[in-house]
């Protein structure tokens, strides 16, 4: 339990010291004059579109689960994607919220190696997605920087690239590790793993549907950053959006703050500054953006409510 206080202790830590740098680094007064002045109908546009996001998320993930034979309903996934939506607001790790439809899926009966893979599974098709997704808007986003800020993002983009491949690749090979090591059950858990990744990405009737989820997922997002950034009067295109949010939505599955503050502004200002957007104004649209899942993902609370066991309220409340 030390532990795990240790851990929720430095992610406030990483989460304030974020918030505290970008703080001292932007000028409140411009961010603040853009909050205010922001267009509500660009908000209520934003908030519109991750609420259809969120049904993307669960056909994404029903289509995981279909490839691996362990499908759910359509109305099911959507629920549960909902109710892991609303925690991975509340829990200190974004990725809570997994460990929530993990344990809700499971109750549904998919079995242990079901659920577990599906939801792994339905992570790596947004992240193999993220790295399409970039590689292919990258050409149209280029005239938009100089050669300097080019020759920055290059490199890292082809880094990122090439370990997407090795690591899907991994992935794909778990089940092949050596024999001796197979009496451990976690071992065999990442064979099974590596099966079914197999199942998803090298099966073209299952990964031409998770792969177009996964690319909509990106799409929807990245678009409501764009309508964000026109109500705060930012000049940024979509385009700019579709190669910059990806990116930024990567860095935030990392558990290592509060749902994502602070690293989530941080990586905006990062990103977007290298097109010209103010400190101030792409530190406010990260906040928004943050705004709006918190907004978005309220009723998945009482979806929840409505649809828990016995008992669920006590297992969530401990930290991550």
Known sequence: MSKKWLALALKFLVSGFLIWFLISKIDLGEAKDRL????PSMLAAAVLVILVQICVGGLRWQAVLKAIGTPLSIFKTIQLFYIGAFFSQILPSSVGGDAVRIYKAYREGIGLRGSVNGVLLERAVTVVALVVLVDVTLPWFMPRVDEATMKLILPGIVLVTLAGVVGLGFLMMLDRLPEGLRRWRV??????????????????????????????????????????????????????????????????TLPISIAGWGVRETAMVAAFGLIGVPEGGAAVLGFLLGLV????????????????????????????
């Open 36 to 39: 205010v002045g922001a267009d």
């Open 187 to 252: 071992v065999r858990g990442l064979g099974n793993l590596g099966v079914d990744a197999r199942r998803v990405f090298l099966h073209p009737g299952h990964l031409a549907p998770v792969l177009a989820w996964g690319l909509v997922t990106h799409v929807n997002i990245s678009f409501c950053v764009f309508l964000l950034a026109m109500g705060l009067s930012l000049d940024v295109t979509l385009l700019d959006c579709l190669v910059l949010v990806p990116p930024v939505l990567l860095v935030m």
């Open 293 to 320: 899942g918190v907004v978005t993902s309220a009723p998945g609370g009482l979806i929840w409510l409505a649809s828990r066991d016995r008992g669920e309220t006590m297992k969530y409340q401990t930290p991550n």
